[in-house]
């Protein structure tokens, strides 16, 4: 696996809004009001601001617990260990459910055979940007009287038949942290239609996480950080070098940043950095549009690969785009054309490197359950960035390779 970088630059993972200085004082819109800024940028009543994404997460888990009693919560088994992590911090029991095949979509059969009347929550998940289907977990959530809450981690700005994805349930997030898209170098946003449920969260929100100057000011200078860093020289060094010491001692988990630890911080997000937030949503839709149309670009290039399946939107629904999220013929190709690519320096990556019941630190957690079809996208996709730092010839390089490692690869046994 390649563990050196070959160019001057690095390429991130994934298609962050790039961030500029004056995103960090002068007049802000909306009085400086992340929850405003996102509501006009959602076109949508009233966000309520988090400190990241998995907090917006335990706060919706919290207050509708309180509501309904039940204590299970259902999610993909291909899905984000802090969404393991964030129901555990709950005090809720996780029932892992696996996908249709070759989709981030639920099994619809396996998803009604794993609520019962105890289920308080399930959670469909727009994966990588993708728009999922949620008309089927929302007909069994309303069979089994539970509770839908739409992951959209990776997808704001996403739109399903032209409204934004996270409102179609009875709740949903966002993630601000590092890589998507727009950031406050952790932060979240949690929303619903339903104004009681809103109330309920605003309530939980106050008790969970007041605020707490410690992580706000270390969440400030990762912040500055961030601002001084994010440009592809210095990326080589700050995200580059500990991403290609991993891959050396073979640690693919590492590699990713899937190594986490229990702890999960909540506190309110402060002031200053709400305004650089309201700042940035002025040149988020721009940023997306622009990402997009790069990204049909690229899956036409890819979809002249033999072997590969991108997994994209149906026509009606517009996803975002940090990466695109390729489908291998099998794990052989896959791990052939990483063992070029990562590391290299372009932007290819994995998302999540096993399935939920595969991780040792979950396996109290998540159990045993049976998801092959969740395992099968763990062991043959790959990630390559759409940011715009990726230029034509170094994207063709990736396909190169994606080509070449088509043809050296193993035909699977049948």
Known sequence: MATRATRKGEIPPTAGLPPRWRDLAGVAPHGGDLGRAAAAFLGVEDVLATCSGTAALIIALTALQRMSGRRTVVVPGWTCPLVALAVAHCGLRLRVCDHAPGSIDFDPVELAASCD????????????????????????????????????????????????????????????????????????????????????????????????????????????????????????????????????????VAAVGDDLGPRIPLHAPGRWRQAVGAR??????????????????????????????????????????????????????????LAQLWGEGLGVSRLFIHALPDYPSLRAIAGDAEVPNARALAATTLTVSNSPWLDRDSFERICVVLESAGRRAPEPET
């Open 117 to 252: 009347g105890d289920t308080l929550a399930i959670v469909p998940t727009h994966l990588g940007g993708r728009v999922a289907d949620t008309a089927a977990a929302i007909a069994i959530a309303r069979r089994a009287g539970a509770f839908v809450i739409e992951d959209a981690a990776q997808a704001l700005g996403a739109r399903r038949d032209g409204l934004p994805v996270g409102f179609a349930g009875d709740a949903g997030f966002y993630s601000l942290a590092v890589g998507k898209g727009l950031t406050l170098w952790e932060g979240g946003l949690l929303v619903s239609r339903d104004a009681r449920l809103r109330d309920a969260f605003a309530r939980v929100s106050r008790e969970l996480a007041p605020r707490r100057i410690g992580w706000e000011l270390r969440r400030s200078l990762e912040l500055l950080a961030y601002h001084a860093a994010y440009r592809p020289a210095l990326l080589r060094h700050a995200y580059g070098a500990p991403l290609r010491r991993a891959l050396a001692r073979g640690d693919v």
């Open 280 to 337: 940035a949503f002025v040149r988020l839709p721009g940023f997306l549009d622009t990402c997009a149309a790069q990204a049909r670009a690229r899956m036409a290039r890819l979809a002249r690969i033999e072997g590969i399946a991108v997994l994209a939107d149906a026509p009606e629904h517009a996803g975002t785009w940090p990466f695109l999220l390729l489908r291998l013929r099998d794990e052989a190709t896959r791990d052939a054309a």
